[in-house]
């Protein structure tokens, strides 16, 4: 199975666990309002399906406006759309399942729960019955003996548990009773205290309003110290250390090395279950990615999370500590990031141009500038990478001179070095090429390569010192293009800051350089990745906010009604900015998600009280009276709604099991929002309500469309 494959399985598991949050609140909506009227001394059947059918319309319009607000995420490009379109689809059926169960199969189980009620069965229990009917089975004949023995032996050793079983079952039912009466009181003393302190805020709503919008002013600038990451990281039980030595070091040099950091490793990290190194030049597509034998790779595996006390990241900081004191070799942490195209993490700087000494020079002056500010861990160059290497400068003046030509020259270098086929040697069938070439101690040194003896027409032997001049250099281990054109390319690992804030600091540095004409920067990697992104899902965002929009806007027959829900969005943004910078939690993509989740669903709160204020006036009720009972009368579900998805999200919040972290953003996200926005909605919402309705009826428009629902039923 492929990574894509078992991401979206566990992007999927994710999106149940958050629909699991999200599906009760449809039955607990309905549920609630089913035992209000059972509470007003309602008959069963009655108290059922009165209660359904006054909930059915706010209902059915909060869970659309929930779905309608993942359209945008199914067409956002990228890996995040990518990732997150089975989330959507996940939550998205769960909700429709759970609206059809909740005005359909909750009205049917709470009449039969008041019928049993008001019908309390009489009479031997259900146990005698059937013992009586076997035991008089058993007495008819041999077969009906055969028959009943067995059920009659096991319904004996039942009633040998059953008075245990009742008896914790009379005890548990005890205890649940106080549990609910505690509870009740508690939801009465709170429903009193909103009731009359809603009573009293209706005369001051404008100020209400503005107290709002002074807490949404005062939380923005939070934003600000956030900072963001693409994805946030993972504590995946393994991780690779990239060993660098001096260019052109001897083959078992780096293997000394390699074999030094395993040792070191294996006392430092009593963690470690499987070390395996890679060290060398490869062949084929590999070796031409990654040239150069004088680097390897030392990749270790953890045993599970719950087997160790330490975090991945705090065994990488101490190991890399405790590497600082093996000679000659520049070990770092290889950081992979697997939800990124390009598989690479961290920052990313790619210099534009023709001329690669320009290009090295700028390079160098971005690394160092890099390396200065120590949250810049293992900042590295790719002008940095070349191999040593001997270049031969021909002097054509005197190979004319002497009757040759360059090739000539070159041929004749070419056949001492690399050796020319002279014959083959056939073993068994196999042709081997027999090559002529100098010793190896023959051409080993400079010196020897200056005493390579080449023949002209006049069949003088002539020193290549004579015709060439032989350098020490360093050349390109490999050429690095983008859209056909040549870059060097710019590495540094993020040590204790976001990446956001790593890209405003790089990009602020390279937008003061003086870049000539031809020359340029981009920042590429996971910040390029991360950027677009963002910017999709934030249009994302805006589209299901009207999308949202739009659907209330049918349903209520109004534009300006449903705009009184809109605005617990920017309420729920405060929270989000809170419980993000009290957590210490960067921005993410799955953060983002669940802002985009959050327009959803904390709209569903304003909807059932709207819609049950607008009711209410309907049936006669005054503004301010229909408004205090309206809001009253589903402060007990709305609280049990919000913390129904609230506790949902814990386990994801508090990052508990492996791979918590990635979620645990959106997580975090959907608490603080749905918290602050459920705070601050069960008083602004009435309060502008009462003031939008009061402005209407000034205007000399209708504020109230709404046909009760229980009145169209009975008639």
């Not at 004996?156 to 009773?177: D, T």
Request: proline share 4%.
């Amino acid at each position: 199975m492929n990574f894509a494959d078992v991401s979206l399985n566990i992007i999927s598991l994710s999106g149940l666990t958050l629909a699991v949050g999200l599906v009760v609140d449809n039955a607990v909506v309905v549920l609630e309002n089913i035992f209000r009227f059972r509470e007003d001394k309602y008959e069963g059947n009655k108290a059922a399906i009165s209660g359904a059918q006054e909930v059915v319309t706010p209902v059915a319009m909060s869970t659309l406006t929930t779905i309608v607000v993942f359209l945008p995420v199914l067409f956002v490009p990228g890996i995040a759309g990518f990732l997150f379109r089975d989330l959507a689809l996940t939550i998205s059926i769960a909700l429709i399942m759970s609206a059809l169960v909740a005005i359909t199969i909750i009205p049917l189980l709470s009449s039969r729960l008041f019928a049993a009620e008001d019908n309390p069965k009489t009479g031997e229990s259900r146990f005698h019955k059937w013992y009586h009917s076997l035991a008089r089975l058993r007495d008819r004949s041999l077969p009906g003996r055969i028959i009943a023995t067995l059920p009659l032996f096991i319904l004996l050793i039942g009633a040998l548990f059953m008075r245990p079983l009742r008896w914790v079952g009379r005890n548990l039912k005890h205890l649940f009773y106080k549990i609910s009466d505690v509870l009740r009181r508690g939801f009465d003393a709170l429903d009193r205290a909103y009731t009359q302190t809603l009573d009293r805020l209706l005369s001051y709503s404008g100020w209400v309003v503005l107290g709002a919008i002074v807490i949404f002013s005062a939380t923005l600038p939070i934003y600000n110290k956030l900072g963001g990451d693409f994805f946030p990281p993972v504590d995946e039980g393994a991780f690779a250390l990239f060993v660098e030595r001096e260019p052109g070091v001897n083959l078992f040099e780096l293997q000394r090395t390699i074999y030094d950091v395993e040792s070191i490793i294996e006392e430092e990290v009593p963690e470690a279950r499987l070390i395996v190194s890679d060290y060398g030049d490869k062949r084929g597509v590999e070796g031409a990615e990654n040239p150069g034998g004088n680097h390897g790779i030392v990749r270790v595996e953890l045993v599970p999370q719950n087997e160790r006390e330490r975090s991945q990241f705090e065994i990488v900081r101490s190991l890399l500590f405790a590497l600082e004191d093996v000679p000659g070799a520049q070990i770092t942490e290889r950081r992979e990031d697997p939800l990124n195209p390009e598989g690479d993490d961290g920052l990313i700087i790619n210099v534009m141009g023709f001329d690669p000494e320009v290009r090295s020079q700028f390079a160098t002056r971005i690394r160092n500038e890099l390396r200065s500010n120590p949250e810049f861990a293992n900042v590295t160059s790719s002008a940095d990478a070349g191999r040593p290497e001997l270049r031969v400068e021909l002097d054509r003046e005197r190979i004319s001179r002497n009757g040759l030509n360059t090739m000539q020259v070159a041929q004749t270098i070419s056949s001492n070095i690399q050796g020319d086929a002279a014959t083959t040697f056939v073993d068994q069938g196999i042709e081997f090429d027999v090559r002529v070439q100098l010793t190896a101690e023959e051409r080993k040194d400079v010196q020897d390569l200056q005493l390579i003896q080449i023949r002209n027409a006049d069949g003088e032997w002539i020193p290549l010192s004579s015709l060439a001049r032989i350098e020490r250099q360093s050349g390109p281990s490999n050429i690095l293009r983008q859209d056909q054109e040549r870059l060097t390319e710019i590495r540094a690992d993020l040590d204790g800051m976001d990446l956001s804030t790593a890209t405003d600091i790089a990009r602020n540095y390279l937008n003061g350089i003086d870049w000539p004409d031809g020359y340029r920067y981009e920042i590429g990697g996971t910040a390029e990745e991360q950027q677009e992104s963002f910017f999709f899902l934030a249009i994302a965002f805006i589209i299901a906010a009207m999308l949202a929009y739009m659907v209330m806007a049918s349903q209520f027959e109004s534009f300006i009604e449903p705009f009184i829900i809109i605005v617990t969005i920017p309420l729920a943004l405060s929270g989000v900015l809170l419980m993000l910078w009290a957590t210490s939690t960067p921005i993410s993509v799955t953060a983002m998600i669940g802002l985009i989740l959050l327009s959803g669903i904390v709209v569903n709160n304003g909807i059932v009280m709207i819609d049950y204020i607008k009711i209410l006036q309907s049936r006669g009720q005054d503004r301010k009276q229909a408004v205090v009972n309206g809001a009253s009368r589903r402060l007990r579900p709305i609280l049990m709604t919000a913390a129904t998805t609230v506790l949902a999200m814990v386990p994801l919040a508090l990052e508990l099991g492996a791979g918590a972290e990635t979620w645990s953003p959106m997580a975090r996200t959907v608490i603080g929002g749905l918290t602050a926005s459920t705070v601050l909605m069960l008083l602004m919402v009435p309060c502008l309500y009462y003031l939008i309705n009061q402005m209407v009826e000034k205007l000399g428009f209708q504020s109230v469309n709404k046909a009760d629902p229980l009145t169209s039923t009975e008639q």
